[in-house]
């Protein structure tokens, strides 16, 4: 098996795989999306070949996360896919080493990825020495709560609206951060999927992304538990009005008590975590122990 970072010749090789693999991952502007963003730095690509044809691929996206109020660099694996024929050989193995080492190089603090438990991704990357912040994949379908009133969604985005949802996240919780309104806009906004802006006359703001047949809420804006369950059983309750499925992707433990109260369907995964030789004893530590605040718009 031959694996190679950055080869110029595998952008099309790496996307006809993703949707061989993960029929109907997206098109061209989904992968520029993800991996060719000129906001953040440039995501590499891992390929691996045998016989001159590729049979697995993987790439590390790179954001930044704040810790404690400090912004540090993590990398976080992406778009991870291989072949049948390929598949058992030790190809996602090499391919998380391979993404270790970039991190390194870039000095990073960590390796991230995202997973649901039941993944065997997760038992592969966990056997490499992550450690795992608990998260939930919570979907709705049906109709419950009351109607909402005087909601307002918005395709158009102004520059107070954009200011008002920069940032979202607590100080004392572990959260990604963008260092301007432009990084935010090019994350949460300038999406390849549909994206509505809402209000809610709770006072409760945010974006929702049109997924199929499924409203994502990628951030919410609220002040206080009540207010923030209150807007999630009101936009539920729009989405399954308009026979819309609703999901919302949840670290926080606000979040999570939200998603049970509701009656939401639960899929437990986790966010693993594979610290750098740059990462220091406390900064480990505050990883660990550190009340995790990330929504659906931050993962990639």
């Known amino acids: 098996m031959i ?28 992968f520029n999306w993800f991996y060719r963003n000129a906001s953040f730095p440039r995501a590499d690509m891992i390929t691996a070949s045998r016989g001159g044809n590729y049979v697995a691929g993987s790439s590390v996206v ?30 996602f193995t090499e391919m998380i080493r391979i993404s270790k080492s970039l991190c390194e190089d870039k000095k990073a603090i960590a390796l991230l990825a995202y997973v649901t438990e039941a993944n065997p991704s997760r038992r592969r990357i966990e056997s490499e020495g992550s450690c795992l912040i608990p998260s939930v994949y919570a979907v709705s379908e049906g109709i419950f709560g009351t109607p909402s009133v005087g909601v307002s969604f918005q395709n158009e ?16 919780s572990i959260s990604f951060t963008y260092q301007t309104e432009k ?13 509505l802006g809402f209000q809610l006359p709770c006072g409760a703001c945010g974006i929702i992304e049109k997924a ?10 609220t002040s206080h538990f009540k207010q923030r369950l209150n ?9 399954a009005r308009n026979q819309r499925n ?24 986790f966010i693993t975590v594979s610290p750098s030789k740059t990462a220091g004893k406390d900064l480990l530590t505050a990883i660990k122990r550190t009340p995790w605040n990330v929504q659906s718009g931050d993962r990639v």
């Open 62 to 91: 790179y954001r930044t996360l704040q810790v404690n109020s400090t912004p540090h660099l993590v990398g976080i694996m992406s778009g991870s896919w291989t072949l049948p024929e390929a598949r058992k050989q030790g190809c």
């Open 246 to 269: 609703f999901f919302f992707y949840a670290t926080a433990n606000d979040d999570l008590r939200i998603a049970k109260e509701l009656g939401m369907t639960l899929l437990p995964g």
């Open 231 to 239: 807007a999630m059983n009101q936009l539920r309750f729009l989405s």
């Open 157 to 172: 985005f102004s520059d107070q609206f954009v200011s008002t949802l920069h940032k979202t996240a607590p100080d004392h």
């Open 183 to 195: 990084e935010f806009y090019k994350q949460f906004i300038d999406r390849p999927l549909p994206v």
């Open 212 to 221: 199929g047949d499924t409203d994502r809420v990628l951030c919410l804006k």
């Open 3 to 30: 694996y190679e970072t950055n080869h110029p010749l595998s952008k099309e090789n790496y996307l006809h795989g993703l949707n061989k693999c993960f029929p109907g991952w997206g098109d061209e502007t989904t």
